[in-house]
């Protein structure tokens, strides 16, 4: 009987455990034309932000209670940090998610926008700046990483008494790979560098 019930469960609408309570962004890979070329087009964030400021990045954002997809908080994002209409995106795919850790996920999307309607309609309060990079030069280029070791530290109030050796319990530290693409003087690294990679390994 217990089988049976078992059989008859929808199947998990989540990726993977903890996503249904994990802060969700999604992101928009800006694909552009410029003097007929195509571009990838990044955001500077706005020097008076009070998060990340000066930091590289795609647009996009935490995905709002309102937000019916992840795709709709992407476009919602885009709009109000470069003042693209969504109606005219045109949404070519979406990459597998990325796992920062089990608390935290991002959705990218790859898009085509009219570069035209960027140039003057970004909003100064979040946007410092838009640059873009050509396709073809981070084809040919070959990104370096550098590891950060993260280390576990428990709480104060951890049950150690709970576990296997208690205090002197063997923490893993985990290396996270960082990767930089430099294109003349901006240096895209971090979160924005790994989902871009992800995507050129794709075209490549």
């Known amino acids: 009987m217990f089988l049976d019930k078992l059989k008859q469960l929808k199947e998990n609408e989540f990726h993977f455990i903890g996503e249904e309570t994990a802060f969700r962004s999604a992101v928009l890979i800006p694909i552009v034309q410029v003097d007929g070329e195509w571009h990838i087009l990044f955001e500077i964030r706005s020097f008076t932000m009070r998060r990340q400021p000066g930091d590289i990045s795609f647009p996009g954002g935490r995905i709002d209670i309102t937000d019916p997809t992840p795709l709709a908080a992407a476009l919602r994002e885009t709009h ?6 969504p109606k005219t995106v045109t949404v070519i795919r979406q990459l597998s998610p990325y796992i920062a850790s089990p608390a935290f ?3 990218p ?3 085509i926008i009219e570069y035209s309607e960027i140039i003057h309609s970004y ?6 700046e838009v640059f873009t990079v050509p396709i073809k ?3 040919n280029y070959e990104p370096y990483m550098h590891v ?3 280390q576990a ?5 951890f049950p150690f008494d709970k576990i296997m050796n208690g205090t002197q319990y063997q923490w893993r530290s985990i290396g996270m790979e960082e990767w930089f693409f430099d294109y003349k003087q901006y240096t895209i690294w971090g979160l924005t560098a790994r989902i871009l990679k992800h995507f050129i390994d794709i075209i490549k």
Do not use: C
């Open 148 to 150: 950060v070791s993260v």
């Open 137 to 139: 030069w981070l084809l």
């Open 109 to 111: 999307f790859v898009a």
């Open 123 to 128: 909003n100064t309060e979040e946007v410092e």
């Open 105 to 107: 996920v991002v959705y």
């Open 80 to 85: 109000e940090e470069l003042g693209v209409d």
């Open 153 to 157: 530290t428990p709480a104060s109030n």
